[in-house]
Structures are given as C-alpha cells and as structure tokens.
C-alpha cells in the first residue's frame, strides 16, 4: 500500500518565493520528493491501464537562468528519453492548484492523428469524460474550462485546432484547488487521482487508435 503524505499548504507557497534559486531549492526539498513517491505508485499503474510501459519523468527546469518556474510537475509516457514529443500524464502544482493531466503538448508530432481519432468518435470522448474534468489548450497557462461548460462543440474546437495550429496543444484532466482538503489526505487523494488517470487512460487509448 501507497503511503503518501499529500501535499501541504507550504508545498503551494513555493511559488510565491522569489529568485530562481531559492524557488528551485524548494521545489527540490518540498515537492520534488513527493513526485517521486507518486511516481513509484503511477508508473506501474499507468503501465498497466494503458498497456504501454510508462516512464517518469520529473521537471528539472534545467533551462531556467533567470525567472523561476511558475509550476512543477512529474510526466509519464511511454519513452525514457523524454515526453514532450508523445501523449502523456501529468501531476503538477501552480501556485493555486494541483493538476492531473493526460496532455498532447505542441511537440508532439502525432497532434493530427489523436484529433482524428477524437474527432471520429467524439460523442465516445464526450461520453468518457464526466462533466465536471476539465479541458485547456495550453499547458503554459492555469486556466482551464469544464466540459460541462464547453460543451460538446467547445471540445471539437479545441479538438480541431489541435489539427490545424501548429503550436496548438490539448489536454484534459482534473484541477484541485490548493485549500481543498483532500489535498493533505494521501489516501483519499492518491484514490482520487487512480480514478482520474482511469478516464485519462482510456482517452490515451482512444487517442493511440487508429481505427
């Protein structure tokens, strides 16, 4: 069994801390230990919800010279020299919330076949994705939008830009607010996120068909 100490109040105010390096030494002592106990739990889990061997990848910020991150996060996917270039699952945290994605960023080169696939069974996807998860077009920014707010013709179109900009990207997941309580409950928050990778798995899936 999992034992997860959830994420703490402190573990948010890491984005508040100016500098580079001192955000970063934070982000190493307070977060980065966690991801890698989510990690030994969730790449073996995603393994097997996908049936692709999935590998961890932790967010170094290793280009970072200046600015410090406004985010972290730890990705999983299915090649062990990196991510960015494939569909992939995310856990991360803004200042403001934690963030579980499945997520086609823009280097990814199989943007025009996973809009395809959605597109050809969108009413599968729209089905598959409870109301309440929510949908962005970039992975850069905090903001995203319910399904049940976009609607179905909201997610075509972020489904179709996918397809035709080039540094379109599309992810779907769920978004906790940091003062939600089930943040600091290991237990019932690693319960919430096998759950939420459970519907991220089968659009991974979806999205990898090429029926």
Known sequence: ?????????EDFDVFAIDGLDARMDAIKTNIRP??????????????VATGD????HIAKHARRTVNPPADTWVAWANDKRGYKKHPHFQIGLWGTHLFVWYAVIYESPSKEIISHAFN????????????HFHWSPDHMQPA???????????VKKLV????????AELLCGVTIDRHDPILADGEALVSRLEDTFG???????LGNSRG
């Open 1 to 9: 069994m999992l034992t997860f100490p959830g994420f703490r109040q």
């Open 34 to 47: 966690k991801f890698e106990v989510l990690s030994q739990h969730f790449a073996p889990f995603l393994s």
């Open 53 to 56: 061997e999935m590998f961890t």
């Open 120 to 131: 050809k069974r969108l009413d599968e996807v729209i089905a598959m994705v409870p109301e």
């Open 144 to 154: 995203s939008t319910s399904q049940k707010e976009l609607g179905t013709s909201g």
């Open 160 to 167: 179709d830009r996918l397809a035709q900009v080039k540094k």
């Open 199 to 205: 519907v991220l798995s089968k659009l991974y899936t």
